[in-house]
């Protein structure tokens, strides 16, 4: 199974959590049956290329999707695809995946998702 997590800088284990999935200049993948890890450029629309973030990791293979937060309309693009995603990811790449393998991640529901796309506030949810 790939996981992905949005990556603040340059990816891998080590790096941060990005808070903003579809701005990240990365996405850390973790094949999590041979422990290899992937990055993946983040070349959507939101930095200047084409497509959308669910897309482009679509076709990476990713199967979850782990990250700080996001909103209903990012949640349902996911599911198009066929992208699991848990919410409530922090600290670094590697402590985000133990989170979710220890089932300390939250599926999004209404209590847990961004309501608007205003990003005046802080996604440490």
């Known amino acids: 199974m790939k996981v992905c997590v949005p990556s603040a800088k340059t990816g891998g ?15 850390t993948v973790l094949d999590t049956e041979t422990d290899e890890v992937q990055i993946v450029e983040n070349t959507s629309q939101h930095n200047g290329g084409v497509g959308l973030p669910p897309e482009l990791l679509s076709e990476a293979g990713v199967h979850v999707m782990l990250c700080g937060g996001l909103g209903t309309k990012a ?25 979710w393998k220890e089932g300390n991640l939250a599926s999004p529901n209404s209590e847990n998702v961004c309501q608007g796309h205003d990003h005046d506030h802080d996604h440490q949810h």
């Open 75 to 99: 949640v349902n693009m996911f599911s198009e695809f066929g992208i699991e995603v848990f919410v409530g990811a922090q600290g670094t790449v590697e402590t985000a995946i133990g989170d």
């Open 13 to 27: 284990l080590e790096d941060n959590v990005g808070q903003h999935f579809g701005m990240v200049p990365v996405y």
